[in-house]
T-cell receptor, first 115, second 114 residues
């Protein structure tokens, strides 16, 4: 059973460009979570999605950020008009159920660098 | 609201020595607690988790943690450090009323000296 897959692993963008980060959950997992890790900090929750639904986006910046998890295909985190402060590692996690004791399995992350 | 505090952003031990990484939580309801390890340029791997079944939890790679409600702590220990234990360790909390999110501490970087 392959783990959570994320691509690209590294992404370089210039200010003002768009960044698209992809996440394929583990097989059988229908719950996806995105977290952001700024340099020298812990992970901060951004958004929780199930297939075709955004369940909790309370951690998402109000502007420029969006996420989706379509019926077919990976989950996408989209950042429009990137700024230097968006430089961070973005991690996706998945779980088979949404219960508090359920383990979230993390992907290797996408490291975004904005020049 | 829930939060996690990890005391000591950097911990250094000698190979073979005891590893103790501290985690204190703040939660208004019984929490679920997790320890994850992150190796350089990799994702997070679950070491162990507390889900109220037993206060002493054993995890992978010889790590264990004890939930102490009176001290609101969930410290991570390993009797004898190995060079391969060098990594960053994150404590996280989740509770019934917070929905799906994990709330992470700031992390502790563990260095193991030969």
């Amino acid at each position: 059973n392959a783990g959570v897959m994320q691509n690209p692993r590294h992404l370089v963008r210039r200010r003002g460009q768009e960044a698209r980060l992809r996440c394929s959950p583990m097989k059988g997992h229908s719950h996806v979570y995105w977290y952001r890790q700024l340099p020298e900090e812990g992970l901060k929750f951004m958004v929780y999605l199930q297939k075709e639904n955004i369940i909790d986006e309370s951690g998402m910046p109000k502007e420029r950020f969006s996420a989706e998890f379509p019926k077919e295909g990976p989950s996408i985190l989209r950042i429009q008009q990137v700024v230097r402060g968006d430089s961070a590692a973005y991690f996706c996690a998945s779980s088979p159920r949404q219960t508090p004791q359920e383990t979230q399995y993390f992907g290797p992350g996408t490291r975004l660098l904005v020049l | 609201a829930q939060s996690v505090t990890q005391l000591g952003s950097h911990v250094s031990v000698s190979e073979g020595a005891l590893v103790l990484l501290r985690c204190n939580y703040s939660s208004s309801v019984p929490p679920y607690l997790f320890w994850y390890v992150q190796y350089p340029n990799q994702g997070l791997q679950l070491l162990l988790k507390y889900t109220s079944a037993a206060t002493l939890v054993k995890g992978i790679n010889g790590f264990e943690a004890e939930f102490k409600k009176s001290e609101t702590s969930f410290h991570l220990t390993k009797p004898s450090a190995h060079m391969s234990d060098a990594a960053e360790y994150f404590c996280a909390v989740r509770q019934e009323t917070s929905g799906s999110r994990l709330t992470f501490g700031e992390g502790t970087q563990l260095t193991v000296n030969p």
